[in-house]
């Protein structure tokens, strides 16, 4: 639950330096617009000159079919990004894979 609440937290943080920055620079020409089946919206992006910053790097893993889009600074699998232009900061939304950790005891396996 305290993962979550922290992801939260940062993907939050990063859709409001979106928003405050206004998108200050558009991406380079060129830029990869897809990893698999994911589609990547600037400010996030694909290779130098493609994303805002270091935060907004996806790192294209084409070792895995179909390729896999992952932050590279948080090493979260990006499952999609869904940027509206001027929408309001709840409607933007960066969904990641990131894993369940817990301190319950597993139940016991019982023989039959």
């Known amino acids: 639950m305290v993962i979550h609440i ?3 937290m940062l993907l939050l943080g990063l859709l409001l330096i979106v928003q405050a920055s206004g998108q200050a620079r558009p991406p380079l020409s060129g830029c ?3 990893c698999g089946d994911i589609v990547v919206l600037f400010p996030f992006g694909i ?3 493609c ?3 270091e935060w907004y790097e996806i790192d294209c893993r084409n070792g895995f079919t179909p390729p896999v889009p992952v932050l590279e600074k948080t090493n979260l699998e990006v499952l999609s990004i869904s940027l509206e232009e001027n929408a309001p900061s ?3 939304v960066i969904e990641v894979k990131y894993p369940m950790i817990s301190n319950a005891p597993f139940p016991s396996p019982t023989v039959p």
């Open 47 to 49: 290779g130098p000159g």
């Open 32 to 34: 990869a617009k897809y």
């Open 90 to 92: 709840n409607s933007n």
């Open 6 to 8: 922290l992801v939260e």
């Open 51 to 53: 994303f805002l910053d």
